[in-house]
């Protein structure tokens, strides 16, 4: 089933800067009504939706001081935006960090901000609040997440956790029950703040010279392609898959091998 966007409410996790802004920037461009930037920083804020009421005119975004890894905060996020736009019909579970020297936080934000964001959006606020026959939850992942990164496992192992939630949360089970499609994207090396400082937050050297070695593998790409990409998955992507998008290069869907062809 095709997902259309105009006139459409989006929350969209870290959207204050990097794919999660362009995320709310391409989506209003598509035509949506509204989008919450949920994110941590209110100094920023002020900024961005100056921005956005030029390009857009006003009551166009809302943001909502959100800690993902707080449910209280999301939950607060998801009434706010209802309270502004009366529906939400899109999660773009977006917030993220790379920080494996404060590895608590990473799993704490990476991990459970997405359960948080799952649980509220799919259980409870989606399926109530949409205005069509489906909702939609897109996880933002990391070809981190599908592939072995010994310069930051934490951080990968966090990508990964996102990756497999979205293939079980997107089962057909979950979704004849709730009609919410939940899928996920799994971006490349983003031109964002998060990769600005990815040498300095590994555990240490012997980490560093790996990604040294390695990082003409990972080109870049702006984050403008990565959401472009993601807002036609949104339309048109299956539930329960995942897709990666890199190089500034098309998304290709990512499919992990069944068990049973493993045995010999």
């Not at 993902?68 to 905060?73: K, R």
């Not at 934000?109 to 205005?131: C, D």
């Not at 990972?218 to 990666?244: D, M, Y």
């Not at 869907?253 to 493993?262: G, K």
Request: hydrophobic content about 40%; aromatic content about 8%; proline content about 5%.
């Amino acid at each position: 089933m095709d997902f259309e966007l105009n006139g459409k409410v989006v929350l969209v996790t870290g959207g204050l800067s990097g794919i999660g802004l362009q995320f709310a920037k391409e989506l209003l461009r598509a035509g949506v009504k509204g989008v919450t930037l949920a994110d941590v920083n209110p100094n920023q804020a002020q900024t961005v939706l100056s921005d956005i009421e030029e390009e857009f005119g006003s009551n166009r975004a809302l943001f909502v001081k959100t800690d993902v890894s707080d449910i209280e905060q999301f939950e607060n996020a998801f009434k706010k935006t209802i309270a502004t736009f009366k529906h939400v019909d899109v999660l773009i579970n977006n917030a993220g960090v790379s920080n494996d020297k404060m590895w608590q936080k990473e799993v704490a934000i990476n991990v459970n901000g997405v359960i948080n964001g799952i649980i509220l959006g799919l259980e409870k606020y989606l399926p109530k609040y949409r205005q069509g026959p489906q909702a939609v939850i897109l996880n933002v992942s990391s070809v981190a997440g599908i592939l072995a990164v010994p310069s930051n496992p934490i951080y990968s192992g966090t990508k990964a956790a996102i990756a497999h939630m979205t293939r079980c949360w997107g089962d057909p089970h979950h979704y004849t029950r709730t009609k919410v499609k939940v899928f996920a994207v799994c971006p490349g090396m983003t031109a964002t703040p998060l990769i600005a400082t990815l040498k300095e937050t590994t555990l240490g050297e012997a980490y560093c010279s790996w990604f040294d070695s390695n990082l003409d593998a990972f080109p870049s790409q702006e984050p403008e392609h990565v959401a472009r990409e993601g807002i036609k998955l949104i339309q048109s992507c299956p539930n329960g898959t995942i897709w990666v998008v890199e190089n500034g290069q098309s998304a290709y869907q990512y499919v992990f091998p069944e068990r049973e062809t493993m045995q010999k």
